[in-house]
């Protein structure tokens, strides 16, 4: 088979997460010391995927400069999403760049599972998981072990299931073919082309597709999500570069990226720091610190900093 390329779709401004998304894109916001989207790119790299295809469009550049200056050894394409026409649409333009299997997963997905399932399967495949509040998601509807509806943010959802927005797919083409169809049909809910609806296009023409169930999913929709995130993030992975306790009093747990400089602040419980932060005399527990941000003299505690709000 021929190698996957993953397709990320980031062009959202994140509305909800203002004032943060004002410089930045929502997947450049930082939980658990680094960006959403470097989370995303890790998840990537770990199922083998070294070809990437981003759909960009509100402030690209931020999202060009991490790609291009964090990840280095990737095969990256950017596309531009001229207006916000949704997210079938966003992956539709993806269409000249890929050909062969494909997985996506959406700007904002966090998932701090393994991925492998949905990619070795050897079939199409959703990650889904039940939800409390289905009406915000896509829906899928199962019938003995197998999907026979999907439904876009339904008023009266058929099923708890979410779509949590990690989707592959064997043959790309298939999936581009299938978006036509919806694009072509004028078919739009809540105003926009949806992914959706062209995995019922694809359920009509009778191509399977397999639902995987994932446990460890997060979404980040707003700053108490973020921040809720970030904890239950750092339960896991407590991660501190060698030398920074000298200076510092740590308090697990907390997530520090290699190259941060930090001189006489007491951090945690519950702080990540993203790369090249410098923190001098801070008092920090139960925050975000983004990359390139720096915080002096500053006490606080549930609380999320970046280089533009610093
Ligand atoms: C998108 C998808 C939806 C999915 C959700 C997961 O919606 O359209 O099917 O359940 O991501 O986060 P959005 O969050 O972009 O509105």
């Known amino acids: 088979m021929e190698p996957f390329t993953a397709i990320i779709p980031a062009a959202g401004k994140g509305v909800r997460l203002l004032p943060y998304t004002a410089n930045m894109p929502k ?3 930082s939980v658990a010391g680094k960006p959403i989207l470097g989370h995303i790119l890790d998840q990537v790299e770990s199922v ?4 990437v295809v981003f759909i ?8 060009l400069e991490f790609v291009q200056s964090q990840y280095p050894h990737l095969d990256v394409t950017f596309v531009q999403q001229p207006e916000p026409k949704g997210l079938g649409h966003a992956i539709y333009l993806a269409k000249p760049y890929v050909s062969g299997p494909c997985f996506i997963l959406l700007g904002d997905t966090i998932v701090d599972g393994n991925l492998k399932p949905l990619v070795d399967g050897g079939k199409n495949a959703i990650g889904i998981r039940a939800v409390q509040d289905p009406s915000r998601f896509g ?6 072990g197998k999907i026979v509806s999907f439904e876009e943010k339904p008023e009266k959802p058929k099923s708890n299931l979410a779509i949590i927005g990690a989707y592959s797919f064997l043959d790309a083409a298939q999936l581009f073919d299938a978006l036509e169809e919806v694009i072509r049909s004028g078919k739009t809910v809540k105003n926009e082309i949806q992914l959706t609806d062209a995995l019922s296009v694809l359920l009509g023409r009778g ?3 397999v639902p995987v169930e994932m446990d460890d999913w997060f979404d980040c929709g707003t700053v108490e ?3 809720q995130t970030n904890r239950l993030l750092l339960d896991r992975h407590h991660r501190v570069p060698a030398g920074l306790e000298k200076e510092n009093k740590i308090i697990p747990p907390c997530w520090i990226a290699d190259g941060v400089k930090a001189k006489n602040c007491v951090l945690g419980p519950y702080a990540s720091v993203a790369y090249e932060a410098e923190l001098t005399d801070c008092a920090l527990q139960d925050c975000i610190v983004g990359p390139q941000t720096k915080l002096t003299k ?6 999320v900093f970046d280089k533009h709000n610093q």
């Open 139 to 144: 829906i899928v509807e199962m019938k003995g």
């Open 27 to 29: 997947t450049m916001i």
């Open 207 to 209: 191509v399977e597709i």
């Open 298 to 303: 500053k006490t606080a505690s549930h609380a």
């Open 225 to 227: 999500v973020l921040l």
């Open 56 to 63: 960009v469009g509100y402030k690209k550049e931020a999202i």
């Open 48 to 51: 083998g995927i070294k070809k």
